[in-house]
């Protein structure tokens, strides 16, 4: 099983560019999280759904949109990029959501020039 | 609100040496803690969890104890291999906030040979 996959691994954008990261996991979770991950910060909610069909804010959701596309997938989408979102991206996956054993991504390192 | 605390890095330790790495909660409710490592390149991997008072998680020789009278889940290992060299962040969810994750914000251990 591959578990969840991320792409692109690393991504440059120009300030106001759009992008979407793509999320897919292959472990039949109904939930999946996006983070963002910034030095000294630990990792922040960014977006989550909690099953199909479903998607929350989390405690970072400004400048992001998600799409919960079906079970499998889970898209990020910046639409007008800025340097502040420059970050290291990780989309999670988990059972259910009241199981918080979660199951990460290897990330995306995004630039934002 | 949810927040968690650690001890701030970066440890650097010889092989054979004990690791600790501190951990200290505030929640609203009963929360679930969890230990989780990121290796360099990689998303983060659940190394260890505890869901009540006085449990002990345990997983490739680390430790910790869910202590609720001091708030705290500090991670031990009694001797350290130059593999143990990573990220480690400690985390809380509480069914009242929707069993999301509340990370700290890592700790760098980096052990030399």
């Known amino acids: 099983n591959a578990g969840v996959t991320q792409t692109p691994k690393f991504q440059v954008l120009k300030t106001g560019q759009s992008m979407t990261l793509q999320c897919a996991q292959d472990?039949?979770?109904?939930?999946m999280y996006w983070y963002r991950q910034d030095p000294g910060m630990g990792l922040r909610l960014i977006y989550y759904?909690?099953?199909?069909?479903?998607?929350d804010k989390g405690e970072v959701p400004n400048g992001y949109n998600v799409s919960r596309l079906n079970k499998r997938e889970f898209s990020l989408r910046l639409e007008s990029a800025a340097p502040s979102q420059t970050s290291v991206y990780f989309c999670?996956?988990?059972?259910?959501?009241?199981?918080?054993?979660?199951?990460f991504g290897p990330g995306t390192r995004l630039t934002v020039t | 609100g949810n927040s968690v605390t650690q001890m701030e890095g970066p440890v650097t330790l010889s092989e054979e040496a004990f690791l600790t790495i501190n951990c200290t909660y505030t929640a609203t409710g009963y929360p679930s803690l969890f230990w989780y490592v990121q290796y360099p390149g990689e998303g983060l991997q659940l190394l260890l969890k505890a869901t009540k008072a006085d449990d002990k998680g345990s997983n490739k020789g680390f430790e910790a104890t869910y202590r609720k009278e001091t708030t705290s889940f500090h991670l031990e290992k009694g001797s350290v291999q130059v593999s143990d060299s990573a990220v480690y962040f400690c985390a809380l969810s509480v069914t009242a906030a929707g069993n999301k994750l509340t990370f700290g914000g890592g700790t760098r251990v980096l052990v030399k040979p």
């Open positions: 759904s909690a099953s199909e069909g479903t998607t």
């Open positions: 472990m039949n979770h109904n939930s």
């Open positions: 999670a996956s988990s059972e259910m959501a009241g199981r918080s054993e979660q199951y």
